[in-house]
T-cell receptor
Framework: DAGITQSPRHKVTETGTPVTLRCHQT?????MYWYRQDPGHGLRLIHY???????DKGEVSDGYSVSRSKTEDFLLTLESATSSQTSVYFC????????????FGSGTRLTVV | GENVEQHPSTLSVQEGDSAVIKCTYS??????FPWYKQELGKRPQLIID?????GEKKDQRIAVTLNKTAKHFSLHITETQPEDSAVYFC???????????FGGGTRVLVKP
């Protein structure tokens, strides 16, 4: 397959609870990204990582945090989920700076009720 | 930062006709422009890309053109087929860094 998996695939959670989404890759790529996809907004970058323990914010980072303790895993945490964070979350990987496009995971559909 | 605008948001074409999707970008330093296709319920997948040192690139029925002066690029799909129905995203990446900025997407429907 694509060498990138996301878990869980679907999750329903209550407002105010913490939620962690996992992205796991077997490609040994340096760069990993978290995007959210909402109708009319395309794909918007939440956070990204350019190496173990090296992360930075994207354009819609408020309410989210990330961690990358191993090359293969990139975790996205919603500290206190809100209804506005209901979305489809995609993880992506790329090999190096200047390399081609991303490879995306299959996505996690998160519903906050 | 980079801003990418994509038009139209929806496009309906008759099978066999051509489809054209246009994107504009704001950062003149952007030098890499990929296009992704996302079928319903699936992940976005790269279908074609172009770098700023090239004006046009073709792959079978799809082609991408780039006008650096005007800061716009377009996706052309010829002889459309029902399996071309999907959402298409354009994106741009500046020379410094590795982050893609995506357009809002175009939903293409090919009517048989």
């Amino acid at each position: 397959d694509a060498g990138i998996t996301q878990s869980p695939r679907h999750k329903v959670t209550e407002t105010g609870t913490p939620v962690t989404l996992r992205c796991h890759q077997t490609e040994n790529h340096r760069y990993m990204y978290w995007y959210r996809q909402d109708p009319g907004h395309g794909l918007r970058l939440i956070h990204y990582s350019y190496g173990v323990k090296d992360t930075d914010k994207g354009e819609v980072s408020d309410g989210y945090s990330v961690s990358r303790s191993k090359t293969e895993d990139f975790l996205l945490t919603l500290e206190s989920a809100t209804s506005s964070q209901t979305s489809v979350y995609f993880c992506a990987i790329s090999e190096s700076e200047g390399a081609g496009g991303y490879t995306f995971g299959s996505g996690t559909r998160l519903t906050v009720v | 930062g980079e801003n990418v605008e994509q038009h139209p948001s929806t496009l309906s074409v008759q099978e066999g006709d051509s489809a054209v999707i246009k994107c504009t970008y704001s950062d003149s330093a952007s030098n890499y422009f990929p296009w992704y296709k996302q079928e319903l319920g699936k992940r976005p997948q790269l279908i074609i890309d172009i770098r700023s040192n090239v004006g046009e690139k073709k792959d079978q029925r799809i082609a991408v053109t780039l006008n650096k002066t005007a800061k716009h690029f377009s996706l052309h799909i010829t002889e459309t087929q029902p399996e071309d129905s999907a959402v298409y995203f354009c994106a741009a990446r500046p020379a410094a860094g590795n982050k893609l900025t995506f357009g809002g997407g175009t939903r293409v429907l090919v009517k048989p």
